[in-house]
Structure formats: C-alpha cells, structure tokens
C-alpha cells in the first residue's frame, strides 16, 4: 500500500490564484481530513469527510472547498489563494471516526506559499 | 472550547537518559489521547493511543500515562537515543461522530549523543 499520496510537495502561488491539492489514499478508509499546520500552531482542522458524498467543515474552513467523490479522493480547493494560506497542508484518513480507536495515517504534506 | 498545552516547546536530554512530555488539557475529558511523532518535513505518525479508563500504556521504550483527574498524560521515552529526536505531539480525541483531533502545538526533543 501507498498509504496517504499528496501532490504537489510544493507549490508557490500569486495572491487571487486558484489551485487544487491532491490527496489520495488506498487503504480503502472511510474518514480523510485536511489539516494546516503553522509555526508555533498545532494541526488545524480544515475539512473532512466521514465518506463519499460527505463533507463538513472543520476549525478553519474559510477560503477552502472539498468534494469527496470517490473514497480514496479528496481533493482540497483554493478558490483565491491568500497569502494567510501560506502553510504546510496535511491530509490523513483512518478506517472510521469516532469511536473506532484507529489512529489517524498522515500524508508527507503539501508546503504552500502565497506571494 | 477544548484546549490542549504541550508546556514545552523544547526539550534537551543527554543520551540514554529517560525524556518525559507532558500534555495538559481543560475542559472536556477527551475519549482518547494519542500521541504522535513528526519529523522535518513530513507528516505526523502514531506511535501510541489511551484511551480515559487506562492509566498507562507501553510500547517497547514509550510509555503513556493518563490521569483524568489532573487532566494530563505523560510521555516518556527511556534509554533515549538521538534517533528520537523529533518533535512529539499529543491528540485529544473527543469521540462522537467524526472523529476529529485536537492537536497540541508539539515539543521538540534533541537527544544529545
């Protein structure tokens, strides 16, 4: 297994521009998430899914979509890239959420920059 | 809202010494705690979960605590090595439906050879 794939590894954007990361994973989990992370913040919540078709938002939703239209995809939208976006984005999945005790398997992330 | 302190950004220890991380949070007691290991330029991994009616969990050199009653767990490395140096970060999870993680800032441990 791959496990947890993002794409790009690095990305520099121009403020406005709209681009999409790439998340996917081939552990056939259900539940998969984005996260930021900032220096000096721990992991933030940005969306998640808990299965294709669902979506809801997490801690920091703002100037960010997702679909989820397969399981093993889920792609994270910049609508009009801000230089606050500039930040290290995670994806993760795991079996199931909630009361299931799996534990959370992270992408190698994607490190944004927005001039 | 939940809160959760890793009080350390930083932590040095000596080789073969004993690395002890503490994690604080208020308000709710979470169903589970995890703990979780980031090296440089990757993404987090899981080393170990508790869950609220466990005191303590082992994993070949880690150990985990929990007390609901201080709202804290431990995490101890013993017989350190410089390949544990990383930055450690803990994971409140609060149950429910979706399953999402409340994570700490981190600390970051250098073991000195």
Same mark, same amino acid.
């Given at each position: ?115 | ?24 949070? *208020?308000?709710?007691? /979470? &169903?589970?705690?995890?703990? $979780? ?5 990757? +993404?987090?991994?899981?080393?170990? @979960? ?27 490395? *013993?017989?350190?090595? /410089? &390949?544990?140096?990383?930055? $450690? ?5 609060? +149950?429910?439906?979706?399953?999402? @993680? ?12």
């Amino acid at each position: 297994n791959a496990g947890v794939t993002q794409t790009p590894k690095f990305q520099v954007l121009k403020t406005g521009q709209s681009m999409t990361l790439q998340c996917a994973q081939d552990m056939n989990h259900e539940y998969m998430s984005w996260y930021r992370q900032d220096p000096g913040m721990g992991l933030r919540l940005i969306h998640y899914s808990v299965g294709a078709g669902i979506t809801d938002q997490g801690e920091v939703p703002n100037g960010y979509n997702v679909s989820r239209s397969t399981t093993e995809d889920f792609p994270l939208r910049l609508l009009s890239a801000a230089p606050s976006q500039t930040s290290v984005y995670f994806c993760a999945s795991t079996l199931a959420g909630g009361t299931s005790t799996d534990t959370q398997y992270f992408g190698p992330g994607t490190r944004l920059t927005v001039l | 809202s939940q809160k959760i302190e890793q009080n350390s950004e930083a932590l040095n220890i000596q080789e073969g010494k004993t690395a002890t991380l503490t994690c604080n949070y *208020t308000n709710y007691s /979470p &169903a589970y705690l995890q703990w $979780y290991r980031q090296d440089p330029g990757r +993404g987090p991994v899981f080393l170990l @979960l508790i869950r609220e009616n466990e005191k303590e969990k082992r994993k070949e050199r880690l150990k985990v605590t929990f007390d609901t009653t201080l709202k804290q767990s431990l995490f101890h490395i *013993t017989a350190s090595q /410089p &390949a544990d140096s990383a930055t $450690y970060l803990c994971a409140l999870d609060l +149950g429910g439906s979706q399953g999402n @993680l409340i994570f700490g800032k981190g600390t970051k441990l250098s073991v000195k050879p």
